[in-house]
């Protein structure tokens, strides 16, 4: 190990080995030689998966692992995850430290924090990922094994959704033209808000009546960037009725530019004014996937099949459209009875 002064600061240079192949680094800019050396030693250590490096630098490598893999938004939301209920506990701690009572430990602060049980749970698959990769990857066999979920998940919250009648109700009540359209075109396609902002009228087909969904717009820093749908299968056509369609030609003719996207708005500020418009027609708790859940709702109450369902909905397959939509299962139950029944 080997620190030498470059101006007023430090820098190191040193030779390591990776997949047998002998490379040299030089970092530089540190204020004291004791940083710099600091530095490469920690850099070694991750490079060869050495138990005595520490917890913070196991996340960097993970992470550096994983950007290529997960899509930007997801990453984004593993990391802030990470940066705020993880690192603070065990960032300056060495893996060789890190063990099930000092896991269970952290678990104890977790259990305390005003979170839901799903998001607890989540935090901890976090974790258990994290150390996971290193077990697999880095040969780290002693780091612990981690259950998936820490807090008993007690009650499933039903999904909030509105009827053709409280959509009227809300319609009525808005003033902004778009707005009206947003919900008219959420309700009645079963969009998420990500695909609906990126739609344009390229992606609609009005004689054949077809819309078509193949990228999503996320917000990441107060900026939009558009990418993929959620999952392969959210890449879908659907068809569309002639109340999206009236509403589409209608935004249509009042659009002087055809080539931009149909619905430019945040969905923060749409999210805050629909749930203000919601409260003041009496109808609470209105979300931005509300319309989604009420446009499944709806389909399965006129008795489409829900396969057909699913796939509108470009859910990666039926068990996650029955696990979103306790209710409709609950009646599904119902019609078997009635079906058993019968004579």
Not at 126 to 137: E, P, Q, R, S, V
């Amino acid at each position: 190990m080997a620190a030498y002064k470059d101006g007023k600061k430090w820098r190191c240079t040193f030779y390591y080995t990776i997949n047998g192949e002998k490379k040299k680094k030089n970092k530089r800019g540190f204020s004291t030689k004791k940083e710099a050396l600091e530095w490469e030693r920690e850099f070694l250590l991750k490079s060869t998966g050495d138990e005595e490096m520490l917890f913070s630098s196991l996340v960097e490598v993970y992470f550096e692992d994983v950007k290529l893999r997960y899509k930007l938004t997801t990453l984004s939301i593993r990391e802030a995850t990470v940066n705020k209920w993880i690192l603070p506990f065990f960032k300056d701690m060495k893996l060789s430290e890190i063990n099930l009572p000092v896991v269970r430990k952290w678990q104890s602060f977790m259990l305390k924090q005003d979170l839901k049980s799903t998001t607890k749970n989540a935090i901890n698959l976090n974790l258990k990922t994290i150390l996971d990769f290193g077990k697999k990857y880095l040969n780290l066999i002693n780091l612990p094994i981690l259950d998936s979920n820490i807090a008993k998940i007690t009650e499933k919250r039903e999904k909030a959704i509105i009827t053709e009648d409280q959509l009227e109700i809300l319609l009525e009540a808005e003033t902004n033209i778009l707005y009206k359209h947003i919900m008219i075109t959420l309700f009645w396609t079963g969009l998420r808000i990500g695909e609906l902002i990126s739609l344009k009228f390229d992606d609609i087909d009005f004689e054949k009546r077809k819309l078509r969904i193949n990228k999503s717009t996320f917000r990441l820093k107060r900026k939009n960037f558009v990418g993929s749908t959620k999952t392969l299968t959210s890449n879908r056509i659907i068809d569309i009725n002639d109340i999206v369609i009236e509403s589409l030609l209608d935004i249509k003719d009042k659009t002087y530019d055809l080539t931009g996207n149909i619905f430019p708005v945040n969905p923060r500020s749409f999210f805050y004014h629909i749930r203000t418009l919601g409260k003041r027609c009496g109808i609470e708790n209105i979300g931005l996937h509300t319309f989604r859940h009420s446009h499944a709702s709806y389909l399965f109450s006129k008795g489409v099949n829900i396969l057909l369902i699913s796939k509108r909905l470009g859910h990666t397959n039926i068990a996650t459209t029955l696990n979103s939509y306790t209710h409709i299962m609950q009646e599904m139950e119902w019609q078997l009875l009635d079906v058993l029944n019968k004579k």
